[in-house]
């Protein structure tokens, strides 16, 4: 379950930033493999 502030955050990706769900979700899921701060791992 994604906290607040983690919603809220994916909420700006996606309005602000317009980044696709897709592009988001397979962060999210490499995340899951190796963790590490979301910002980082969708600039990469």
């Given at each position: 379950?994604?906290?607040?502030?983690?919603?809220?955050?994916?909420?700006?990706?996606?309005e602000?930033?317009?980044?696709?769900?897709?592009?988001?979700?397979?962060?999210?899921?490499?995340?899951?493999?190796?963790?590490?701060?979301?910002?980082?791992?969708?600039?990469?």
């Amino acid at each position: 379950m994604l906290s607040a502030t983690h919603s809220k955050f994916i909420r700006f990706l996606q309005e602000e930033l317009s980044l696709s769900t897709s592009s988001i979700t397979l962060a999210l899921r490499y995340r899951e493999q190796n963790p590490g701060p979301l910002p980082m791992i969708l600039w990469q």
